[in-house]
């Protein structure tokens, strides 16, 4: 059974950074993708990043491209983000989920089948 646990949330001024952190147990194999998603408040949560563990092929929405960076440490089973020049409406949950059945990820839920607990980001102005 995959288990998946995000760490690194906080509170933040806009403009700074933070990393999160997402590690994975009971992947056996190179082959699976992980994607990070986010709720805001009030808001359905939202698919914005992923990656393809095995060859690091990374996608991102236009809302986040050039400011966050998801990169993972295969030989640790962690995948990471880094978010810079954070706004207020990065505000939201964090949660990160595993696709170990097709591999390839995507911005959909349905698209995964393990997933994290979630972490808070708060950024204030």
């Known amino acids: 059974e995959v288990q998946l646990v995000e760490s690194g949330g906080g509170s933040v001024q806009a403009g700074k950074s933070l990393t999160l952190s997402c590690t994975a147990s009971g992947v056996t194999t190179d082959e699976y993708a992980v994607g990070w998603f986010r709720q805001a408040p009030g808001k359905e949560r939202e698919g914005f990043s992923w990656?393809?563990?095995?060859?690091?092929?990374?996608y991102y929405r236009n809302s986040v491209k050039g400011r966050f960076t998801i990169s993972s440490d295969n030989s640790k089973k962690v995948v990471y983000l880094q978010m810079n020049s954070l706004k207020p409406e990065d505000t939201a949950v964090y949660y990160c989920?595993?696709?170990?059945?097709?591999?390839?990820?995507?911005?959909?839920?349905?698209?995964?089948?393990?997933w994290g607990p979630g972490t808070q980001v708060t950024v204030s102005s």
């Open positions: 989920a595993a696709d170990t059945f097709a591999r390839i990820g995507g911005f959909e839920e349905v698209f995964y089948d393990s």
């Open positions: 990656i393809t563990v095995a060859d690091g092929k990374t």
